[in-house]
């Protein structure tokens, strides 16, 4: 059964940083391609990155430069590196897997994260 | 960017009833590209529909998609109460990937 853990949100001050785990089984994160995607009351579904092949990624403009996705293969667990956090990146974040045709999958249940002071 | 406008933004209707909810996109969708999604109070949203048409596993034959160019269509046949949800359109042919604001599907 294909299952997506994220784990790593909490409530952070504006300008700090913060690291986001999505652990997963059922299939093997290495040769799948994964995603990350925000949900805020206000502007509701947002995606934010995505990683292929190769370790080839992707950005949304609103955290080009400050949040970077990766992955550890040996631990099947996707990252995301959320660096100067601002108040508008207040969201609940979610994983996902994304199918070689784009959609996506499975999701992972959230993680809250609340930049703050 | 692609644009996606989801109408109406609440839909009340009764169980048994037939649903039918809007995407329309700012720009030609390239080829089949557009999913809908479905999600509950407190969960992550699910995938419904790929493909424009194409079901997911485990999705009851009640929910069709259709459509092609700018305007699709998710329909419901006939409500069950585990329906009521938010529902969410995505392109996924152009990058950004963008998603709609959702139509709210709510018991009448």
């Known amino acids: ?117 | 960017e692609i644009v996606l406008t989801q109408s109406p933004g609440t839909l009340s209707l009764s169980p048994g009833e037939r649903a039918t909810l809007s995407c329309r996109a700012s720009q030609s969708l390239s080829s089949t590209f557009l999913a809908w999604y479905q999600q509950k109070p407190g969960q992550a949203p699910g995938l419904l529909i790929y493909g424009v048409s194409s079901r997911a596993t485990g999705i009851p034959d009640r929910f069709s998609g259709s459509g092609s160019g700018t305007d699709f269509t998710l329909t419901i046949s006939r409500l069950e109460p585990e329906d009521f949800a938010v529902y969410y359109c995505q392109q996924y042919g152009s990058s950004p990937r963008t998603f709609g604001q959702g139509t709210k599907l709510e018991i009448k």
């Open chain 1, 1 to 117: 059964e294909v299952q997506l853990v994220e784990t790593g949100g909490g409530l952070i001050q504006p300008g700090g940083s913060l690291r986001l785990s999505c652990a997963a089984s059922g299939f093997t994160v290495s040769t799948n391609y994964m995603t990350w995607v925000r949900q805020t009351p206000g502007k509701g579904l947002e995606w934010v990155s995505v990683i292929y092949s190769g370790d080839l990624t992707y950005y949304a403009d609103s955290v080009k430069g400050r949040f970077t996705i990766s992955r550890d293969n040996s631990k099947n667990t996707l990252y995301l590196q959320m660096n100067s956090l601002r108040a508008e990146d207040t969201a609940v974040y979610y994983c996902a897997r994304v199918t070689a045709q784009g959609y996506f999958d499975y999701w992972g249940q959230g993680t809250l994260v609340t930049v703050s002071s």
